[in-house]
């Protein structure tokens, strides 16, 4: 089985990344990236004791996961897709971290919704920090401010995350977003893709967040 392959070699490249730069295995998570793939491909990873998974779509995340999440109560599943404030009662139900907070509306939507649904949810903050127009994410100057207008609101505001910019170098963005987390007293980092999760480990990534490598190629993008 191809997946059941790339995870292992996934397991092994992050297993080395972290033990090479003096981390705890137990550092880094791997978040199994299963958008636009089929139910089946994910019961192949939790057959394997994968457990922690993220959809970039409420939509699609409400047609694939309550089943599986009724199955294996220990599936975590993560948002890290930019989130419509029409879609956080959804969302709220149905996910267990919101990695795409980067917005006080949004903020306050999702604590509203938290408090009715009796949650708290951990959140992410999502920064741009290649301050792209087309991008979700708050701007990096704006980050602090809205970290403490979160926790005014009583979010659970556990780390950052963010996507670099296609064309940059990645290390960069990880190693700023590294620092803002540190000036704000943020413990986890929610970064690094396919192609660049050592890069991210190695600036200290906490979760890393794979899709292809797993899966393989998506039949469209995304
Ligand atoms: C799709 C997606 C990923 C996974 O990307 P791959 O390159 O397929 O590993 C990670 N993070 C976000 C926010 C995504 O939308």
Redesign the pocket.
Known sequence: MTILNNFNDIQSEIEKTAIHCGRSINDVTLVA?S?MHKTEEILTLISAGQRVFAE?RVQEALQKYPPLKERFPDVKLHL??SLQTNKVKDAVRLFDVIETVDRFELAQKLAEEMKKQNKNIPCFIQVNTGEEPQKGGCAPHETSLLINRCRHLGLNIIGLMC?PPVDDEPSAHFAFLKKLAIQNGLKELSMG???DFTLAIQQGATFV?????LFGQRSYS?
């Open positions: 990236v958008k970039n890290i897709g996507i893709m396919s192609d967040r794979i899709g292809t490598a995304n």
